[in-house]
């Protein structure tokens, strides 16, 4: 991909469009359409295939393990479709330049349709314990221009989408750079100003990765960056909606807060994901998925990703946040792929049991 090609709209623009495009490729649904023996209550749904722009592993593979292999993926792949995922973005963490290069070639080598690009989280974050959460503090750094272009190199240009601090020493000039290559930039894993997250949205920032996560226990009441991103409308805001990141409480006050159309669901999800209670690896970190599904560095108080699946975080957002589940959808699919700038891939047909919240993907053409 040639970012130089792509044209660069003012921000307020940009999400425009993307509002535009997420609302253009909905396929129309047949609400009415209840399953037999039912009395009423399930539906069938028809819906663009899910698009998750944070994936870190699923169903025992960790892609953030060098060995891993294009079976690997290719497994990962089969299982992230089965609950409804048909593209998403194998994200890297902060790790040393070798690993994410060794990385990025394994992500790509297999040639896989439902991998629509990387998405590069770190090293450009904050090396403080809170907001640097499951990422080792040992590999963070201070943003690069050269550091970024080695890193496109290794990964062929396929980086869609780059999550880091605006406080990080260079983290302005980068955020210009990454727009004008039509790249897309988030802010997380941050312990910025509100002044530092305002001055990030005018370089070009657009999304804010996990919001709420990836942040210190403690911050000032008022002002913070997180109140400061909630109100940006220039943002659209990602979101882990699994009961373990975010209470339901605050799922439903930042999608009010944010709209419908600027909210994205991601699941975040590690190998431990599909998998049961047990040990897992996360670039190289031990984790432990607990009983209530809660992922997290043993001993550790902050959280090491997620254990959840997309069509899990859907029920979850209607069930937290008293949205219907035509827009709960929406934020899984046709948000985050008219954010990305892409289409969607396939079609979900579905069944959604609105008492039991329950979500199953019956089959995808």
Same mark, same amino acid.
């Given at each position: 991909?040639?970012?130089?090609?792509?044209?660069?709209?003012?921000?307020? @623009?940009?999400?425009?469009?993307?509002?535009?495009?997420?609302?253009?490729?909905?396929?129309?649904?047949?609400?009415?359409?209840?399953?037999?023996?039912?009395?009423?209550?399930?539906?069938?749904?028809?819906?663009?295939?899910?698009?998750?722009?944070?994936?870190?592993?699923?169903?025992?593979?960790?892609?953030?393990?060098?060995?891993?292999?294009?079976?690997?993926?290719?497994?990962?792949?089969?299982?992230?479709?089965?609950?409804?995922?048909?593209?998403?973005?194998? =994200?890297?963490?902060?790790?040393?330049?070798? @690993?994410?290069?060794?990385?990025?070639?394994?992500?790509?080598?297999?040639?896989?349709?439902?991998?629509?690009?990387?998405?590069?989280? /770190?090293? +450009?974050?904050?090396?403080?314990?809170?907001?640097?959460?499951?990422?080792?503090?040992?590999?963070?750094?201070?943003?690069?221009?050269?550091?970024?272009?080695?890193?496109?190199?290794?990964?062929?240009? $396929?980086?869609?989408?780059?999550?880091?601090?605006?406080?990080?020493?260079?983290?302005?000039?980068?955020?210009?750079?990454?727009?004008?290559?039509?790249?897309?930039?988030?802010?997380?894993?941050?312990?910025?100003?509100?002044?530092?997250?305002?001055?990030?949205?005018?370089?070009?920032?657009?999304?804010?990765?996990?919001?709420?996560?990836?942040?210190?226990?403690?911050?000032? @009441?008022?002002?913070?960056?997180?109140?400061?991103?909630?109100?940006?409308?220039?943002?659209?805001?990602?979101?882990?909606?699994?009961?373990?990141?975010?209470?339901?409480?605050?799922?439903?006050?930042?999608? $009010?807060?944010?709209?419908?159309?600027?909210?994205?669901?991601?699941?975040?999800?590690?190998?431990?994901?599909?998998?049961?209670?047990?040990? +897992?690896?996360?670039?190289?970190?031990?984790?432990?998925?607990?009983? =209530?599904?809660?992922?997290?560095?043993?001993?550790?108080?902050?959280?090491?990703?997620?254990?959840?699946?997309?069509?899990?975080?859907?029920?979850?957002?209607?069930?937290?946040?008293?949205?219907?589940?035509?827009?709960?959808?929406?934020?899984?699919?046709?948000?985050?792929?008219?954010?990305?700038?892409?289409?969607?891939? /396939?079609?979900?047909?579905?069944?959604?049991?609105?008492?039991?919240?329950?979500?199953?993907?019956?089959?995808?053409?």
């Amino acid at each position: 991909m040639n970012t130089n090609d792509i044209t660069r709209p003012s921000r307020r @623009r940009f999400l425009a469009l993307a509002s535009a495009a997420a609302a253009s490729t909905v396929a129309p649904l047949d609400a009415s359409a209840m399953l037999p023996g039912t009395a009423g209550k399930a539906r069938r749904l028809t819906w663009p295939g899910f698009l998750d722009l944070q994936v870190n592993g699923f169903a025992c593979v960790d892609f953030n393990d060098p060995s891993t292999t294009a079976d690997d993926l290719q497994r990962a792949i089969g299982v992230l479709r089965s609950h409804g995922v048909t593209r998403f973005l194998p =994200t890297l963490i902060t790790s040393s330049a070798e @690993r994410f290069d060794q990385c990025a070639k394994r992500m790509l080598e297999a040639g896989a349709d439902a991998v629509a690009g990387i998405h590069m989280e /770190g090293p +450009y974050i904050s090396p403080e314990d809170g907001p640097r959460g499951a990422h080792l503090r040992e590999f963070t750094a201070a943003a690069s221009i050269e550091d970024f272009k080695r890193r496109q190199e290794a990964a062929q240009g $396929r980086i869609r989408l780059v999550t880091l601090a605006p406080e990080v020493p260079g983290a302005l000039p980068l955020i210009e750079y990454l727009r004008a290559q039509g790249i897309r930039v988030a802010i997380g894993h941050t312990a910025a100003s509100a002044e530092v997250i305002r001055a990030a949205i005018k370089a070009g920032a657009t999304l804010s990765t996990h919001l709420g996560n990836g942040a210190a226990n403690m911050i000032p @009441r008022h002002p913070n960056f997180i109140w400061e991103q909630l109100a940006a409308d220039e943002m659209m805001a990602s979101l882990i909606v699994d009961g373990h990141h975010l209470p339901p409480a605050t799922v439903k006050t930042m999608i $009010r807060a944010k709209g419908v159309r600027r909210t994205i669901l991601v699941t975040d999800a590690i190998a431990a994901a599909g998998q049961p209670p047990g040990e +897992y690896q996360l670039g190289g970190v031990k984790v432990r998925l607990d009983e =209530t599904g809660r992922v997290a560095v043993p001993g550790a108080p902050n959280l090491a990703g997620s254990a959840l699946a997309m069509d899990r975080a859907v029920a979850n957002t209607v069930r937290f946040a008293g949205v219907t589940i035509e827009d709960a959808l929406a934020m899984a699919s046709t948000n985050p792929a008219g954010y990305l700038g892409v289409k969607t891939s /396939g079609t979900l047909h579905l069944e959604w049991d609105p008492e039991a919240f329950a979500l199953s993907v019956v089959e995808i053409t």
